[in-house]
Structure formats: structure tokens, C-alpha cells
């Protein structure tokens, strides 16, 4: 599924793209739904990769069921000449040497998609107001939608009066219409009904939240349904950080496994699909609730009987995308899918390696598949280096939103001037983005 929708992904971004797979019927499915080319047999078989071409390939992606076999797939294709590798690895035994492991071995990047996934809710988790929440530049900024509801404060105001009320220090980057997706200028009048993407510092973030009547605590509960990898990740993150957590899964050996993985949190074997059990182990006490099962349906159902008590922050796994976008429709805001938060890691890697070095591109974010947030590394060759962002030329469509320079948050203005080694924030409705440089028309 994953290596299916990466595949997809590239190929829109007008990539020639090659799956290998020993299933024929998975090879023919995706052959069938796209302009892809496809290749039975094993990824460790020379002569399979070889008619794959893979020794011509700019990235090679090996994302079976098996970490060890997409580790070994990945070191053979970087032999016979693939210029950069990439292995899903899932098991958690691997996971503290992933670093050694790709060093050792020649492989470009290891990725674990359940972790990947985990801290995506973690990150949603500490703003419960929030439907979707990244950061950016080592966590110096947030980039976090919300919904204007009827009665906020900010509803019937412009982009500029609005930044104004939160004395300068916050930028609304993109605000979603219905169908529409804007990258708003300053006279831009924000909606009740809005989706709108706010970049700022956290601190400033949670106090505007207030101001605009969207602040909710921060989670101090989570219960959980389902019991997988995903939820060992979460788990241990929001441990960590103090959060009591209630695990329920059906399968009794995982249950003893998670006890004893997961010493402070406290894990219930029963149905987690079971109302009375939902009821009986604090579904109205929680203050978020998480599925995780391995099954949509399921995730989407117990999800949306959460919300009918009204105060939790729910947040269910859902893979298929047209399911996702139903449940939504349905009333639940927030849905995670491990697909998608790998897809944009690793359409990151291939966007940064085509440029020289694979420098400057340091991470990507699709936002309503119409726009982008990326951040980049102001390198040396940067045509506006220095230069006034009011005097810069921007292609339309176009919005910096932050620069971290030596660990400070920079909110731009039009004096702000971009420096060597700066990070910054673009959000951008331009295609396939991949160095700074193409967000300018002329200087």
C-alpha cells in the first residue's frame, strides 16, 4: 500500500516510475490505474532488477512487509548503480540504530512509517483545537489549521487586521473554501466556516488561540483502541511528556508485550469496538481519543461514536482516502494517514535530490492537495540573498511565513532580508518546488 501510493505520487509529480512486486496481480492493479511500468518478481533477484532498470534509477524505493528484505533490496540496487536508496524499516529493534545501520550499509535513508506516524498525532495532541498540526526548522515554528467557527473573534476581519490583533507575531499562510484553496494577501477577509493554516512560534500560537476563542488543554488523557506498532510509538511520546495512557486490544499476547514495553501506561485486553467496554474504560473522561486498529472501518466507526460525547479530541487511522474524506464530511475534523505522511517524507527526498547535493529542501508538507509548505536552507547561490523581501519578485501564489536565523523565529516583513544558512518557511501553489530559487520570477 505504501510503495502503491508513493508510486502514484511520483508519477503526478511527472516522474517515470517502476514497481516491482512478486504479487502479479498488485503489479497489474497499479499498471492497470496509472502509466506506470511493472515488474514481477523479487526486488533481491538481480536479472528482476535489472529489467526494472533499476541501474538507471535516481531513487530506488524498497517498501515491502519485510524490513530485512528492503534493507537487502536496497544495499543489491545501490550496487548495481541506482544513485540513492531508501528502506522502510518498522520493527522497533531497529529503531535506535537506523542511523548506523544507513551509514554501515550505503543506504541513503531508513524510515519508519508507524513512528513517522506517532509523532504526527503527538504533534496534533498538543494543540487539541488543531485538525492538523506540523512544525518546521527543529520545532522553532508551527504551522497549524484550525476552523473558524461561527462565534470567533476573527471571523468577517482581513488577514492584516488579524495579524495586527495578535501584535504582529503570527501569519495566516493558508486559508481553505469549500473546494477552494487561498494563499491569502492582507485584505484577504477570513470566514466563519474557514479552514485556515497559521504559522507561528508555539508560545504565540496557544495565546491567540485563546484571544480567537479556539483554545482547548492540551491532552492529559489519551485512550487508545488498538494496539500496533503506531501505538507503541505514540505511547511512549506521550508518556514521556506526562500524558496518562489507556491502551485497549483484543489480542492477548500483544497485551503482555505492550505491559511489559509500556510499564506506566495501562493496557486492557477486551473489544475496543465494544461500546460498554469504550464506556467502562472512560471514552467520556478521556480528553483525546485515539483508533488505531489495523481495519478503517472499524477506526471510523468507534471514531465517530467518540465525538457523540462531544469534548475528546478524536483522531482515527484511515488508509483508504475515500473513506477519510467521508468521515470528515461526517464531522470528524482531524484523520491521519500513514500513506500521506509518508508520501510527503519521501517525495522531500526525491525533490532535494534533484538538485545538486540534494541540498536546501529540508521538509514538505501537501496541504489540501493544493498547496505545498516547504522549508528550505538558504544557501550561497540564493538570487535574493540580502536582498528586501519588498523588493524580491515572488511568483503568484507564493507566501514566506517564517525564518529561523541562529535558532530565533523571524515573523517577515517586507524589510526582512534573507541570509546564508537561514531557514525558511514557503507555502507555495506552485508545482513541484524543489530549490528557493523557483519561487522568484525575477529580481
Known sequence: MTGSALALRLLNEKHDVTVVDENFDTVESIVT???????????????????????????????????ELNI???VLAKKMGAKHTVARVRDPKYFNSLGNLKDELGVDMMFNPDYRTAME?????????????????????????????????????????ISKKADGKLLIAVVSRGNKVFIPKGDFVVEAGDYIHIAAEEKELLDFSKKAKMFKQRAKSVLIV???RITYYL??????????????????????????ELTRATVICADGTDTSVLE????????????????????????????????????PKILSQPLGKMVKKLGLDTVVSPHEVISDLLVRFVRAHQVEDGVGINALYRIHDRAE????????????????????????NVLLCGVVRNGDFILPSGDTALQEHDKVLVVTGVKQVTELNQILRIL
Open 373 to 396: 509548505a516547504i522549508e528550505f536552507t538558504v544557501e550561497s547561490d540564493f538570487k535574493g540573498l540580502n536582498v528586501p523581501l519588498k523588493a524580491l519578485k515572488l511568483k503568484n
Open 72 to 74: 537487502l533490496s536496497a
Open 33 to 67: 490505474r496509472s502509466d506506470v511500468k511493472g515488474v514481477v518478481g523479487s526486488c533481491l533477484d538481480r536479472n528482476i532488477l535489472a529489467d526494472a532498470e533499476v541501474q538507471k534509477a535516481d531513487c530506488f524505493f524498497a517498501c515491502t512487509l519485510r524490513d
Open 121 to 161: 498525532i503527538a504533534q496534533i495532541l498538543k494543540f487539541p483545537s488543531a485538525i492538523s498540526a506540523d512544525t518546521f526548522a527543529n520545532g522553532k515554528v508551527t504551522l497549524t489549521e484550525v476552523r473558524v467557527s461561527e462565534d470567533s473573534p476573527i471571523a468577517g476581519n482581513s488577514v492584516m487586521d
Open 280 to 315: 467502562e474504560e472512560g471514552i467520556r473522561d478521556a480528553d483525546a481519543f485515539i483508533a488505531l486498529t489495523t481495519v478503517d472501518e472499524e477506526n471510523a466507526v468507534i471514531a465517530l461514536y467518540a465525538t457523540s460525547f462531544g469534548k475528546n479530541k478524536v483522531i
Open 226 to 228: 488498538g494496539g500496533g
Open 235 to 260: 505511547a511512549k511520546e506521550l508518556l514521556d511528556k506526562g500524558v496518562n495512557v489507556k491502551i485497549i486490544e483484543i489480542d492477548k499476547d500483544r497485551c503482555r508485550e505492550l505491559d511489559e
